[in-house]
């Protein structure tokens, strides 16, 4: 699967954005994604996951709250609102895919990830 990441960008704190993660080459609907994060100096950390039908959505407790997990299947894409922005919330933001139904958080369970989108909160 070849995944897509965009929609990050600067913006203040307390504002929102909307990042998009687009796929192709496998059946989108069978695929959970997961968003990542990455904060400079900082270990790869889970932000939220989603399972192929929808039907189990995960947050950490970072965001819980403030963002929102969401997919269309019909369009090959999942998007993950992000609201209330902190500053401590600006890292590169990566979306991953993989045919999984446990280990939704584990980033080494997800084979296919996206090239990353910057997230860049100021105060």
């Known amino acids: 699967v070849q995944l897509q990441a965009s929609g990050g960008g600067l913006v203040q704190a307390g504002g929102s954005l909307r990042l998009s993660c687009v796929a192709s080459g496998r059946i989108f609907s069978r695929l959970a994604v997961g968003w990542f994060r990455q904060a400079p100096g900082k270990e790869r950390e889970f932000v939220a996951t989603i399972t192929g039908s929808s039907r189990t959505i995960m947050y950490s407790d970072a965001v819980k709250g403030r963002f929102t997990i969401s997919r269309d299947n019909a369009k090959n894409t999942a998007y993950l609102q992000l609201n209330n922005l902190r500053p401590e919330d600006t890292a590169v933001y990566y979306c991953?895919?993989?045919?999984?139904?446990?280990?939704?958080?584990?980033?080494?369970?997800?084979?296919?990830w996206g090239q990353g989108t910057l997230v860049t909160v100021s105060s």
């Open positions: 991953a895919s993989g045919p999984i139904a446990v280990g939704l958080k584990d980033k080494e369970e997800y084979g296919d």
